[in-house]
């Protein structure tokens, strides 16, 4: 009888009440939602309408760029590059990459231990990420560019400024991997008298090691990337440094796409590789 | 003589709500102890004040002749290899092998460097396949845990506690997110490690027919009071009431078995 009743009750709730209430009711936050789009788009119709671009013949721009872009990557040569040279230059932007990657990550894994709120104290928890988003928050290239007062542009400025923005980044990927682990686990082993590094190593990284390895590998080819860009703005050789020279040196634009296509290989090379080796060790964990 | 007591046990989360208050019983060693109650009556958190995973705010808790709550950092490690905690939601490292997990229990013994390493030693991995054993999970034992059905989970939870070599052996409600048919087997199994290895037991329910038939003694909390203790055959109806704040033909309890037997 009750069950039959309630039933009922449901039938009515559906055929009146339901009618004219909005899934989702206008409220403070979809508000200033709302209003900050409009802005947005006003904003953007106003900046494209009075643009000032009458100095800018248009079409031959167009068609400048696409020709350099045909010389660029059709008919990629160079005279002065051997690739012996080449492959030796980006074996040193791989060296930088490799370098900054295991320095961030050993730093990393440390600060991510303190930084998780289910191993430590909230309050260090809190100050290490603050700490950290602060240093995620200034790109890597500036880091390099102020390591570099001291250290002098080159490859010692690179490797500080990249180590620095790679612990940061991997501080915060690694704390959120622990935090995934069930708090009910720690309190488990706790209960039985381990303590804490007996607990992080048996338990808390056994169960988020590949989380740990492919946030590593891609900060590894985030790296690789970040390299390329340092050889050509910090001087820290390799690559990067010769792409620099071809382009901003000797206005060889064929050289510049034999270049672009060496990188885009090896960087393809290496996205392969790791993968494959991230499949090999998820296997064996 | 009593191997645990409690005597006024008090615990307060804040000043408006109250956990515990002034809770006392003591247990003998070898006995199997049942604590019923309503959710939220405090049972969780009287067995986790016991092995001070959440500390006291009141009364003294006397463990194997010492004083719980007095104890530094590190005999309180000590203390808590003598007290094994099996828990509903089982708290294994998913990712781990059954052994891993078994091994763990024996952490509590070991020196940092060699827990961290994971080096245990012949014999210790010898009774920890012995236990596996006797809890009929040599199948699994290189299995990882995320492959186990609930009923193994609670096996190897059991297997984790009983490494410890434990006095006592604390369980938060074992068999509340399993079938009829694995229950069973967990709680035959914990009694049976009760009477034959002389563990003692305090195991927290919401099955009252289930306390009724296993244990040698029941307590009953309510509002983190204990309002019963004594044996199963005292437990009537009118109590179950005092209990559970309802008439027990509301509840789903079976008090047909009892009578029976």
Redesign the interface.
Known sequence: MQIEESIKGWGQLSSDEIADTPVRPLNRSSFAMRIILLILSVLTIYALSTIDYNSVDIKKAVSDTLSNFKTMFLQPYSHRFSLPDAFYGVVVTMGLAFLTTLFGGIIALFLGLLAAQNLGLKQVANIIKVFVAFIRAVPTILWVLIFAVSAGLGSAAAVIGMTFHSVSYLTKAYSESFEDL?R??I?????????W???????VI??S?TYLLSWTFLRFEINFANAVAMGAAAGAAGIGFDLFMASGFYFDLREVGLITYFILAFAMALESLSTNMKGRLRKR? | MALLELRNVTKCYNSASTALSDVSFSVREGEFVSVIGPSGAGKSTMLRCINRMIEVTGGEIYFDGVIVSKLNKRDLRKLRTKIGMIFQHYNLVDRLTVIENVLHGRLGYKSTLAGVLGRYSQEEKGQAFRIIKFLGLNEQVYSRCDQLSGGQKQRVGIARALVQNPKMILCDEPIASLDPNASKIIMDHLRNVSTGMGITMIVNLHQVNVALKYSDRIIGVNKGKVVFDGSPAELTPERIYDIYGSESGDLIVDLGERNAS
């Open positions: 069930d009910s686990v309190e488990a082993l706790m209960a039985s008298g381990a303590n590094w007996q607990i992080v190593f048996q338990a056994p169960s090691v964990i």
